[in-house]
């Protein structure tokens, strides 16, 4: 079955970097984009980042353009998110998840099929 499991959150002083990373498995990785999205608590949950099956094409948040930077990885069936500069506004815990196509879908929950469990970044000021 289809298993992602990120790792690399933890807590982190404001200006910082952690880069998170997401294990995929049970699913033809590298026939398909890759997601971030993001919950901090009490709000909903929400867009980070994606990139395309291939790696030629990204988006980003506004919120995380110039500090966060996806990548992957096809041959280890691994996605990154290289967060630098954090801010407290950071602290959430963070999803990767699969889109249903290959190329970078509409940043919304619904065009993701499979998600992680998730991992906390926590910023401090």
């Known amino acids: 079955q289809v298993q992602l499991v990120e790792s690399g959150g933890g807590l982190v002083q404001a200006g910082g970097s952690l880069r998170l990373s997401c294990a995929a498995s049970g699913f033809t990785f590298g026939a398909s984009a890759m997601g971030w999205f993001r919950q901090a608590p009490a709000k909903e949950r929400e867009f980070v980042a994606a990139?395309?099956?291939?790696?030629?094409?990204?988006n980003s948040a506004d919120s995380v353009k110039g500090r966060f930077t996806i990548s992957r990885d096809n041959a280890k069936n691994t996605v990154y998110l290289q967060m630098n500069n954090l801010k407290p506004e950071d602290t959430a815990v963070y999803y990767c998840?699969?889109?249903?196509?290959?190329?970078?879908?509409?940043?919304?929950?619904?065009?993701?099929?499979?998600w992680g469990q998730g991992t906390l970044v926590t910023v401090s000021s």
């Open positions: 990139i395309s099956w291939n790696g030629g094409n990204k």
């Open positions: 998840a699969t889109a249903r196509y290959a190329a970078i879908p509409p940043p919304i929950e619904n065009e993701y099929a499979y």
